[in-house]
C-alpha cells in the first residue's frame, strides 16, 4: 500500500496549523497578559529583511550633507502638513523628521514618535528641548506594536525604516488601524532600481516589492513622487475592500 496520501495529508495538517499559529501570533499572550512576541523574520516575501539600525547610528541620521542627498525639505513640501494634524514619525530615530513636522502641525497638531530604542527616543528629546519644541510625544513601540492610538493618525511618515521591520505584518495592522479613515502613510524607501544609490542593497527597496508587501496587507497606492534624487516616496491609505486573510502561506513568510 501507498504512504503517500496520508503522509501528504498530515504534512498538510501540520502546515495549516504552522500557518493558523502563525496568522494567530499577535493575539498570543502569557499568563501574564504579555504579548509572545514570534521570532523575527528573515525573509518576507522574497526580501531579505535588513539589521535594525542601532544608536551608535544618530549623528548619521542628522549629518549636513542630508538636505543635498535626500531632499528632506522637498519631502516635507510633498507631504503637505497642515497645523492641526495628529502625525506619526514611525521608527523616529533622533527625530530628524519629527522636529520638522512638529513646527508644520503647531500649535494645536502634534507628532507621535514611535521608537523601539528608547536611545534614540532618549537622543529625540534632549533635541526638542534643545529646540523649545514641546508637541513631540515620544512613544517606545515594540517589534510587533507601534503603541498608537486607533483612529487617530492623519499621516504617517516612515523614512529608511520599513525594510528594518523584523515582524512587517503585524506593524502594518497596528498602523492601518492606528489611521483615520483618510489618513495616509508617506513612505520613503531608498531605490533598488537605482545602482547609483550609495545604499547597501539590503537596505533599499523596489517599488514592486513595496507594491506586493503593502497591498497583501491592506493599502492601496494613492500617489506618489519620483523627484526625490535617492528615495522612492510612495503614499498609501487604507484599503477599504481588503480582508485578511484567515491563514498566511508559506509565500508570505
Ligand atoms: C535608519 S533609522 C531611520 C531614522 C529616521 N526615520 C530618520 O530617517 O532619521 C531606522 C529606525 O527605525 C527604528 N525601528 C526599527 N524597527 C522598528 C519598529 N518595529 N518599530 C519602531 N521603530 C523601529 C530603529 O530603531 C531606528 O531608529
Redesign the pocket.
Known sequence: MSHRRPHSLMLLGVLCLQSCLWSAWPVLVTAQDKPIVPPARQKYMGRTIAQ??GYG?APW?IRETREQEERPSEVMRQLGLKPGMVVC??????G??SLLMARQVAPEGKVLA????PE?LHLLELRCRDKGIQNVEPIQ?T?ID?KLPEDTVDLLLM???YH????PQQ?LAGIRKSLKAKGRVALLEYRAEDRSVPIKPLHKMSKRQILKEYKANGFRLVEQYDGLPWQHLMFFERDPDWRPPAFSTPADQ
Do not use: A, K, R, W
Not at 514611535?114 to 530604542?117: H, M, P, R, T, W
Open positions: 535594525t539600525m547610528g541620521l514619525d514611525m521608527g523616529c530615530g533622533n530628524f523628521y514611535v521608537d523601539i530604542q534614540m513601540g517589534l507601534p523614512v529608511d525604516v528594518e521591520f523584523s515582524h506593524m
